[in-house]
């Protein structure tokens, strides 16, 4: 059982910065592939990026790459989001998932832990 809870969200005007925090629980964190996710609204939960187990393996969406960096801490129990040259299409709740499988997946459905979400806004 994992347990997630992301902080760090905000408002932010374009081309600005922020970095999301996720706060895992459980002893097993380190065994765990984590992706962030995020939905705008009216729209589907979108995949952001996914980190391997040992921090060795990240994957992102297209829209971005070269923009944002995730990463991890084991022995923290904790996995970052760095965005900067933040867009409004950037706008959106972004939660934090965690995955029991070594393979990265932009599948949601792929990841079987969730947080409660971190609100994001980008304002032009």
């Known amino acids: 059982q994992v347990q997630l809870v992301e902080s760090g969200g905000g408002l932010v005007q374009a081309g600005g910065s922020l970095r999301l925090s996720c706060a895992a629980s459980?002893?097993?964190?380190?065994?765990?592939?984590m992706g962030w996710f995020r939905q705008a609204p009216g729209k589907e939960r979108e995949f952001v990026a996914a980190i391997s187990w040992s921090g060795g393996t990240t994957y992102y969406t297209d829209s971005v790459k070269g923009r944002f960096t995730i990463s991890r801490d084991n022995a923290k129990n904790m996995v970052y989001l760095q965005m900067i040259k933040l867009e409004p299409e950037d706008t959106a709740v972004y939660y934090c998932?965690?995955?029991?499988?070594?393979?990265?997946?932009?599948?949601?459905?792929?990841?079987?832990?969730w947080g409660q979400g971190t609100q994001v806004i980008v304002s032009s």
């Open positions: 998932a965690a995955r029991g499988l070594v393979t990265l997946t932009r599948n949601p459905e792929g990841y079987n832990y």
């Open positions: 459980g002893r097993t964190f380190s065994s765990y592939t």
